[in-house]
């Protein structure tokens, strides 16, 4: 078990990393801020791998200058209200947009 979540939290980082490219981009004034943010989005999706009650491929999760937007689909408000706690409980976050809809 242990091993599949190694695996797919590197997956999650590769595809961070390869998505985000190399560039400055969305405004944002350094390289190291990107960085940053890369960084961020790639701990709460781990987060929400690693968690049972949250599902990682229905929500997505993008992060500009420390504040996350989440977005997507959840099954329950409580794993809506879940994914805001995990996503506040990353290092350097400073403020969760939860945009996730509940689907009855």
Do not use: H
Not at 20 to 26: L, N
Not at 28 to 55: L, R
Not at 87 to 99: F, G, H, L, M
Request: aromatic residues 4%.
């Amino acid at each position: 078990m242990k091993y599949a979540r190694a695996i797919a939290f590197a997956a999650l980082a590769g595809i961070t990393i390869i998505g985000s490219g190399c560039a400055v981009g969305r405004g944002q004034e350094t390289a190291g801020a990107y960085v940053d943010d890369a960084a961020i989005t790639t701990a709460v999706k781990a987060k929400f791998v690693s968690d049972k009650t949250v599902s990682a491929m229905s929500i997505s999760v993008e992060t500009l200058n420390g504040t996350v937007q989440l977005s997507g689909f959840s099954k329950t408000l409580a794993e809506k209200n879940q994914a805001e706690s995990l996503a506040r409980s990353v290092k350097n976050v400073k403020n969760v947009r939860n945009d996730i809809v509940v689907r009855p």
